[in-house]
């Protein structure tokens, strides 16, 4: 049975290690072109949920005018291209600043904000937000936001191109990087097809090769590349509905040649070879010698006396050997010997060195299949260095927009005291993930009003005009917040920004996500992290120190199974976040991508844990099937030799050893009662048909009382 296993082991390998290349795309380039689309629409989806969050903080502000209203927010939120306060039952308009806003796109029944992407007449595109104002019921506040693709690092080299797409109309309203020839057919019926399903959930189509017309540097003559364009919706969860958006990316990609290699040939040979050579030593070594044991005993125990027992260099197989060839020379009334040649090995070893062999392939198979280079082609490093772009700028509008958050706050709070504002402090941590708590201090850092967890800043005095802190770089755990004075002068609102909030927004890139400052100390990051660690020397280190010097990369670091892929992006652009010198930095070993070489890979430490589990299988049921009986059977024939014709020896196998075992009890049993008991005597006469006979009782006299009689008894 074992053996069998093997040869199904070696069929699996033979099957498994293998990598084919069909002369199409990637499944990797594939893959990753799928998970930028989603960062992207991710991020889209982001900016209409930061536009609700926006208009909520001054939505909830109590007894604050119109105009007043409209002009802090123009004034803390300058993104809003145009807003209106509007009487929901009539449409009429309250009042109004910056461009017009589409009054005809807004909802006729305002009861929850909504979000409605607009196509203007001049071709751009503005995202319209409506928000129902809580302290004037009827009302609703009205914004209108230019809106669009993200500044999402794009790949040259396979001529990628963003679109942002209204899946109502088909429309595309926004583009980035290369763009789509009316001219190029396939490629347009690729689009058509991406359009149609971009509205329902993600996908990617892949188009036929052609060969690559380009001219220029990098450009490798006769090569054939193919047009992939990968698909995602724009949704929010804090959003009912959709907001008919849709993000896509078209690249040409290469086409790799058609080949197929067959690493596993020669490890599934090796893996045969080991099972006939353990099959065969067990089998030499063990069976055999055991099988021509028990025919030699059996004719002993039958009554041929003149049947010679061979000899065996097993230990155990020559020392009960030895044991039934001392009964048949007493029993034919010779002098036997005392000791016999005790053999060169014992059984165990042949077992043990087949288990270890098959052991060896399997550590063999983990050295040389498990840990093979892996080659990361440049599109999937590119595609991390795009996604962590959209990962460093998630963060960046995340603490920025929480600071203007507080600003506009503030700036409608007028001469109102901490108490007139707590509902407001209330809805502003129950309505942001962004924070942990909200709370209103005074000059002395004590609590005027507090909202959502218990703050983790110290009692301190806050000075300046305003912005965002990291409170110092010790503790266990960092302490962001947000800080803006109170018109009054005598107080300040502060956010704590949630620490988990912004592991979340890293994990939109893959691997370890670090955020860092510029003393390369650890701020947050996505697995276990000790907070203000330093980066140790070495290529992350490099990498932190490129992207603070405007030059971001993602490169490939490392050996073998150890190579990971390092990409980082500084925190850049307009906001108060960016005179902090963050950068985040992503860290992605190479073996978790989705590459044929990790196929591979993976699929060999599989048979080389199989292969493992089959070697712990051949010594155990050896060990305790054959092995042990054997040596017990070996021990009570030593005592057998050395004279010892009173210990009874119990076979507790149905198998050749028990048959062994059997036949050395009937050997003593002749050297006891005489050679009598061999033969046809060894077993009950009759037939299994026979009635059963009750013999009668023999009774109990004096003269069996007797000591005589009880001693011949």
């Not at 191109?161 to 019926?189: C, F, M, N, Y």
């Not at 040649?257 to 050579?277: D, I, K, N, Q």
């Not at 703050?455 to 802190?469: N, Q, T």
């Amino acid at each position: 049975m074992l053996l069998v296993l093997v040869f199904l082991l070696a069929g699996f390998v033979v099957l498994q290690l293998r990598t084919t290349d069909p002369g199409t795309v990637p499944d990797e380039v594939v893959e990753s072109q799928q998970h930028l689309v989603e960062s992207v629409a991710r991020s889209v989806g982001a900016s209409a949920t930061q536009g609700v969050s926006d208009l909520s903080t001054v939505a909830v502000l109590p007894e604050a005018k119109p105009e007043q209203v409209l002009t802090q927010l123009q004034q803390s939120h300058p993104k809003w291209r145009g807003m209106a306060l509007l009487d929901a039952a009539t449409r009429k308009l309250v009042a109004a600043q910056g461009e017009p806003v589409p009054v005809e796109a807004v909802p006729d029944a305002v009861s929850e904000p909504t979000v409605t992407p607009v196509v203007r007449a001049a071709g751009d595109v503005r995202m319209l937000v409506v928000h129902p104002l809580a302290n004037r019921p009827g009302w609703v506040l009205v914004a209108s936001s230019s809106t669009g693709i993200p500044n999402t690092p794009l790949n040259g080299d396979l001529r990628q191109g963003l679109l942002l797409l209204a899946t109502r109309t088909g429309e595309v309203i926004d583009t980035r990087g290369t763009s789509v020839k009316a001219d190029d057919k396939p490629l347009q019926t690729l689009l058509d097809r991406a359009k149609t399903a971009a509205g329902g959930a993600s996908g990617i189509v892949v188009g036929d090769p052609a060969p690559d017309t380009r001219q220029g540097q990098g450009v490798v003559a006769g090569r054939e590349v193919a047009p992939v364009v990968a698909y995602a919706p724009v949704s929010t969860d804090t959003l009912s509905g959709t907001l008919g958006l849709a993000v896509l990316s078209v690249v040409h990609a290469p086409v790799g040649e058609p080949s197929s290699s067959w690493p596993g040939l020669t490890v599934a040979a090796a893996l045969v070879f080991v099972g006939l050579l353990g099959f065969g030593l067990v089998r030499w070594a063990m069976v055999w010698p055991v099988r021509g044991l028990r025919a030699d005993v059996l004719a002993v125990a039958g009554g041929n006396l003149k049947r010679k027992v061979r000899r065996s260099h097993a230990s155990e197989v020559a020392r009960i050997a030895h044991a039934v060839d001392h009964c048949r020379t007493e029993l034919g009334g010779k002098k036997a010997k005392r000791r016999g040649p005790r053999g060169t090995w014992s059984v165990r070893i042949p077992v043990t060195l087949a288990a270890l062999s098959l052991l060896g392939w399997s550590g063999w198979t983990t050295w040389t299949q498990g840990r093979v280079d892996v080659d990361v082609p440049q599109p999937v490093i590119a595609n991390s260095r795009s996604q962590l772009g959209n990962t460093a700028d998630a963060v960046r509008r995340s603490v920025n927009d929480g600071f203007v958050d507080l600003r506009a706050v503030t700036g409608l709070a007028g001469g109102k005291t901490p108490d007139a504002l707590r509902s407001t402090v209330q809805q502003l941590a129950e309505r942001h993930a962004r924070y942990r708590s909200v709370y209103i201090v005074d000059k002395t850092g004590g609590l005027a009003v507090s909202a959502g967890r218990s703050p983790l800043r110290k009692a301190a005095e806050i000075s300046g005009d305003g912005g965002v802190r990291l409170e110092d770089t010790t503790g266990r755990v960092p302490v962001l917040f947000a800080h803006a004075p109170l018109p009054d002068g005598q107080h300040r609102l502060v956010a704590e920004f949630d620490v988990d909030h912004i592991v979340t927004l890293l994990q939109r890139s893959p691997g370890q996500v670090r955020l860092v400052d510029a003393e390369m100390r650890t701020i947050v990051a996505t697995d276990g992290f000790v907070a203000f660690q330093h980066i140790p020397d070495g290529h992350l280190r490099d990498s932190v120190t490129e992207a603070l010097a405007g030059k971001p990369k993602a490169t490939v670091h490392g050996a073998g199974t150890g190579r990971t892929v390092v990409a980082s992006r500084a925190i850049e652009g307009h906001g108060v976040v960016s005179a902090l010198r963050w950068t985040v930095v992503a860290e992605q070993p190479a073996s978790e991508l989705d590459l044929a070489s990790n196929e591979v890979r993976r699929a060999a430490l599989v048979a080389a844990l199989i292969g493992v589990i089959l070697a712990l299988m051949l010594f155990a049921w050896h060990e305790l099937v054959l092995v042990r009986p054997l040596r017990a059977a070996a021990k009570a024939a030593d005592k057998l030799a050395e004279g010892d014709s009173r210990s009874v020896i119990f076979p507790t196998r149905q198998d050749q050893i028990g048959t062994i075992a059997s036949c050395l009890e009937f050997c003593r049993q002749a050297l006891v009662d005489g050679a009598g008991r061999l033969g046809a005597v060894r077993r009950p006469s009759g037939a299994a048909t026979d009635a059963t006979e009750l013999i009668p009782v023999v009774p109990d006299t004096d003269e069996d009382r007797s000591p005589r009689r009880k001693a011949q008894v």
